[in-house]
């Protein structure tokens, strides 16, 4: 188990971003809902659709340039079955595109709990007389609140599956400190399971130097950005809060290695409501989208 797929798909396309896809109904044009309406009504099956028509049109205009995308789990579970099977259509569009995908869920729990979640994300489930993937996605967020019961399970069947994960370390909201910096001893809490990252991936290291346990960190505090860097060497960061929540590329250049390795940043609304920006009334949604990730590309590559 390894980021190496992702790293590759970086350098391919010599882009370190990732496109979120968190869709709510006001991101999507007007003209793929009133078409989803007018056929399914005003219901949940229609908000399904009209969002997994909406993705589509989002990796097809990103796919050649960028490596990977980051749908949020929360924004499909809100539209019920019907945004599961969104999501589930839309993880499919884009393995079939080649990219990589990271679901983000930030789930855990501890146990057989714990293993539950890691087989219905990055594992196989046991049926009556075979075993299939629920979710085949290639990363998953996952949150360390429990300590190594709730991170084992993920680790093991990562292992089994070839797989990965992103690690909350220090996240881009405005009241992250209210506990990630509280002091613990002469550190603080951020840098403590920051530490154990680190020491979790230490016997999985790949030839990139960097081990499958990844951090999220927030491009929003680009100091705690390069420090952690330099207490992470072998953890390979998501970087989320480029763009609509304040980070910029300057902020997040401390996250990169001296090879400019390390980290991929993510870019949600941004990119998806691209067209919305440029005043466009969403014909043209994926040539909007192209052009803001091309923008997000030369912008964070200018800088490292």
Not at 54 to 82: C, H, R, T
Not at 141 to 160: C, H, M, Q, R, S
């Amino acid at each position: 188990m390894s980021f190496e797929p992702l790293i590759s798909k970086i350098r391919e396309k010599n882009n370190p971003t990732v496109m979120g896809l968190d869709p709510i109904l006001d991101y999507v044009p007007n003209y793929i809902k009133e078409k989803a309406v007018k056929e399914y009504g005003d219901t949940f099956k229609a908000a399904g659709e009209a969002i997994f028509e909406f993705n589509k049109g989002l990796i097809d205009a990103a796919a050649e340039l960028v490596p990977a995308v980051k749908p949020q789990s929360a924004f499909y579970e809100m539209y019920g079955i019907e945004g599961l099977i969104a999501l589930e259509r839309t993880i499919e569009y884009a393995k079939a595109a080649g990219l990589y995908v990271i679901l983000d869920v930030k789930r855990n729990d501890i146990g057989n709990t714990a293993e539950a979640y890691a087989k219905a994300f990055i594992g196989e489930t046991k049926l009556f007389n075979s075993t299939a993937k629920a979710t085949p996605v290639d990363c998953v967020t996952v949150n360390p609140y429990l300590g190594i019961d709730g991170i084992k399970p993920f680790i093991d069947i990562a292992a089994e599956n070839d797989k990965s994960m992103f690690i909350l370390v220090k996240t881009s909201n405005k009241s992250s400190g209210d506990f990630q910096d509280l002091s613990i001893g002469d550190t603080t809490l951020y840098r403590t399971v920051g530490a154990k990252v680190e020491q979790w991936g230490a016997p999985y290291i790949s030839e990139s130097g960097y081990s499958p346990c990844g951090a999220v960190v927030g491009a929003t505090y680009p100091a705690q950005l390069t420090e952690l860097r330099a207490a992470m060497p072998h953890t390979f960061f998501l970087i989320p809060g480029y763009g609509a929540q304040g980070g910029a590329a300057n902020d997040i250049v401390g996250a990169f290695d001296k090879n400019k390795n390390g980290a991929i940043v993510n870019s949600s609304r941004a990119l998806m409501c691209a067209y919305q920006k440029a005043g466009d009334d969403g014909t043209n949604f994926k040539a909007c989208t192209r052009d803001a990730v091309i923008a997000m590309r030369d912008d964070i590559n200018s800088v490292l």
